[in-house]
Structure formats: structure tokens, C-alpha cells
């Protein structure tokens, strides 16, 4: 199930809409270059809440569930201060060296 949350291959006919690629996994540059971020074009965010219960009840039955998201947004989910420099970097390389 992961994968069709975060799919390996872009182009993969079972991609849902929840998650899109990190700048950095798109342009192959810095840390963590195989994460998601949520998608901000996701027409139906409710849904998250879903796929929070899914993360949670893989977590409560030991069961595997991945998803890889860069510190950022893992950050985010827990309530965590995010930094600029520290965290953002994490899904946007190249942003974060130019501002």
C-alpha cells in the first residue's frame, strides 16, 4: 500500500494523489532523495486523516508500513519546531542554498 501512496516510478498507473516527490528527489540533489511531501494540488484532504488511521493501526499491529518522508514532514506530524536551514533543506536543496 505504501506504494501506491508514494510510488517509486512518477509515471506508475497506480499512483494515488496524495503525495508528489520532493524537490530534491526530482532534481537528484542533497539529502533524502527519495521522499514525499504532501501534495498541495490533493483535491480531497480530508483523506489524510485515513491515512493517518492506516499509519497508526500498521504502528499498533507491528505491522510495516513506510513511508518515506524527509525530517520535515515527519517534524511537521509530530508538532516539532521546523527550521529553515535545518529541516526545509531536507525537501528542497537548491531553494534553500539561493535564499
Known amino acids: 500500500m505504501a506504494d501506491e501512496l508514494c510510488p517509486p516510478d512518477f509515471n ?3 499512483r494515488l494523489p496524495f503525495f508528489v516527490k520532493t524537490p530534491n528527489q ?10 514525499f511531501v504532501p501534495n498541495p ?3 480531497a484532504p ?3 486523516r485515513w491515512i493517518g488511521k492506516l499509519m497508526g ?3 499498533r499491529s507491528d505491522e510495516s508500513f513506510t513511508l518515506s518522508f524527509p525530517p520535515f514532514v515527519w517534524k511537521q506530524l509530530l508538532g516539532t519546531r521546523v527550521t529553515w536551514a535545518q529541516d526545509y533543506i531536507t525537501v528542497d536543496h537548491r531553494i534553500v542554498e539561493v535564499i
Open 57 to 59: 493501526a500498521a504502528f
Open 26 to 35: 526530482r532534481d537528484q540533489i542533497g539529502d533524502y532523495q527519495d521522499g
Open 41 to 43: 494540488s490533493c483535491q
Open 46 to 48: 480530508e483523506l489524510y
Open 12 to 14: 506508475s498507473l497506480d
